[in-house]
């Protein structure tokens, strides 16, 4: 079983990550979409550590022999998703900026061309 104490810890760490998620969401600071897996893995650690029974379950259910090592594994497996999932986003926006960048230059060396032609 959970030490109450490691309990009453991981329950104020969820709930000061959902509070600044939240936070974050409402100064426009995070988009919503962005905010969702932080918030599922908010919400499943807060569940987690306030159930201590569910957390015990699935501790033994993986085979882990101590349950609060079970909701930092399950903690670590939640932020490597998101890492994985902001990793992909930074991707697809690095391949759009270079697009935009050779756009830019097509259109900037038409500009060009263009002013060139009406000064001549």
Request: hydrophobic residues 60%; aromatic residues 10%.
């Amino acid at each position: 079983m959970t030490p109450l104490r490691v309990s009453i810890f991981a329950a104020i760490a969820a709930a000061i990550l959902l509070v600044i998620v939240f936070e974050l969401m409402r100064s426009r600071r995070l988009q919503e979409r962005y905010a969702l897996l932080w918030l599922l893995t908010g919400l499943v650690l807060l569940v987690l550590a306030v159930w201590r029974g569910l957390l015990g379950w699935a501790a033994d259910v993986s085979g882990i022999a101590y349950p609060p090592s079970a909701l930092f594994v399950l903690a670590s497996f939640f932020i490597t998703v998101v890492l994985l999932h902001y990793s992909t986003v930074i991707s697809k926006l690095s391949e759009q900026n270079t697009l935009l960048a050779q756009r830019l230059a097509l259109l900037e060396g038409r500009l060009l061309e263009a002013e060139n032609d009406r000064q001549h």
